[in-house]
């Protein structure tokens, strides 16, 4: 399967590479973007460049699909996105992202969740997209039911991060929710 590039009104979505590392551990490093990420801050670029490579391997292997999210602007990789525990055999996958803390709350990580969606349910075909996400993250929250999640119930301690246990929502959307909500 060829990389499948993406584009939005204001995003390429492409895929990640090694000449990524720096703005992938940029972002990554950063506490608050990893607050309700499900893993601790980076320390290393090295945690960079293994994330990368599993994101590498995994699109290889059909089991995940990440994409950076690029300014069409300026052509800064700002944060990513992407399908988790893709099957394509059962049709579902988990949507996953981060974006920098400098663009929070315009609308970017939206647009890019909204054509993931539509390369998901119209290009994959799949049935089912899922949303593992912490009860504080509110503005994560509010994004995925703005756009048609809906709640499914709380896994407890479910996340183990900075040593301790944390609940997390799931959601779903699916894909004849999906298309109603386009017309």
Do not use: C
Not at 83 to 90: E, H, K, P, V
Not at 111 to 130: I, N, P, Q, T, W
């Amino acid at each position: 399967m060829k990389f499948p590039f993406l584009k939005t009104n204001r995003l390429k979505l492409i895929e990640i590479t090694h000449q990524h590392v720096e703005s992938i551990f940029e972002i990554l490093s950063l506490n608050e973007v990893t607050r309700y990420y499900g893993t601790n801050p980076f320390m290393l670029q090295s945690e960079a460049t293994n994330l990368i490579d599993m994101f590498g391997k995994n699109f290889r292997e059909k089991r995940g699909i990440r994409w950076g999210m690029v300014l069409k602007e300026n052509q800064k990789l700002i944060g990513t996105l992407g399908l988790n525990g893709l099957q394509l055999g059962n049709k579902r996958a988990e949507i996953g992202y981060e974006i920098h803390p400098l663009y929070w709350r315009n609308g970017l990580t939206s647009e890019a969740v909204k054509e993931v969606l539509r390369y998901s349910f119209e290009e994959l075909d799949l049935h089912r997209m899922g949303a593992i996400v912490y009860p504080e993250n509110i503005a994560s929250l509010n994004l995925l039911e703005k756009i048609g999640f809906a709640k499914e119930g709380l896994l407890r301690g479910y996340m183990h991060q900075n040593n301790q246990f944390h609940d997390t929502y799931v959601l779903s959307l699916l894909k004849p929710e999906w298309v109603k909500r386009q017309k």
